[in-house]
């Protein structure tokens, strides 16, 4: 399974998240949305465009959501 994380550099729950996702072997692609506008666009196009909170993950190419959404998402795996 593969994993991208939208998130920041100073957001622990991005960090949890991706800590989450490694210990259940999901690679993860980390993406920074407070380095580019390009970044943040692009989570809003898959996230929502009201989205305003990191981490938003998508897991094997579907959106799951925040940290709580993935938690739920690996404890059905």
Known sequence: MKA????TPRCS???RVTEMLGE???????IDVSE???NLKSMKKVAGKTTTTV???IIDG???GGYTEVE??????
């Open 4 to 7: 991208i994380v939208y998130g």
């Open 13 to 15: 729950w991005c960090d």
């Open 24 to 30: 259940n072997e999901i690679e993860v692609e980390k």
């Open 36 to 38: 580019s506008k390009e």
């Open 55 to 57: 981490p938003q993950v």
């Open 62 to 64: 579907n959106f799951v």
């Open 72 to 77: 739920r998402f690996i404890n059905r795996l």
